[in-house]
């Protein structure tokens, strides 16, 4: 992702890299969504996620939400469990009809894994969707790292 200033002195990321979740995500599971320790170096980040839902029962359109910075490490783990990354904003767009707290309609975090094992960033939402990432059945998540 490449990043350029504004003329306010703002970075502006390109924003065309993202992953587009497909197929059925069932409530209350977890799933990886293909980034690993492998696909990121150590760092800060943050994620940003886009959601037009409307389609699929749960009412977003077009709508988006930025995570708390959290801490990634692309070295081994010695437990078993999950760090949840809690988003701060509501969801800002065009109209957030069902959930205007994107942790309500979603959880976010990354899966430790023991010995060695490449770590994961997941995703489980709280009802049934089936993403296409088409309008109305798109979720993208994208990831910016603090320099």
């Avoid at 320790?37 to 886009?50: C, E, L, M, N, T």
Wanted: net charge neutral; aromatic share 14%; charged share 15%.
């Amino acid at each position: 992702m490449s990043a350029t200033l504004n003329r306010y002195g703002v970075k502006n990321h390109d924003t065309s890299e993202y992953v587009a979740l497909n197929g059925t995500h069932t409530a209350g599971t977890w799933y990886d969504i293909g980034i690993d320790r492998s696909d990121i170096s150590s760092g800060i980040y943050i994620a940003h996620v886009f959601a037009d839902t409307h389609l699929l029962g749960v009412s977003q359109y077009s709508c988006e939400a930025v995570s708390e910075p959290f801490a990634w490490t692309a070295t081994g783990s010695n437990a078993n469990n999950r760090s949840i990354i809690t988003f701060s904003s509501s969801f800002a767009g065009h109209a957030p009809n069902t959930y205007t707290n994107p942790n309500s309609m979603f959880e976010f975090g990354y899966k430790h894994f023991n010995g060695g094992v490449l770590q994961e960033l997941q995703i489980k939402f709280n009802n049934t969707m089936t993403f296409t990432n088409a309008a109305g059945r798109a979720f993208r998540i994208s990831m910016y790292k603090y320099k």
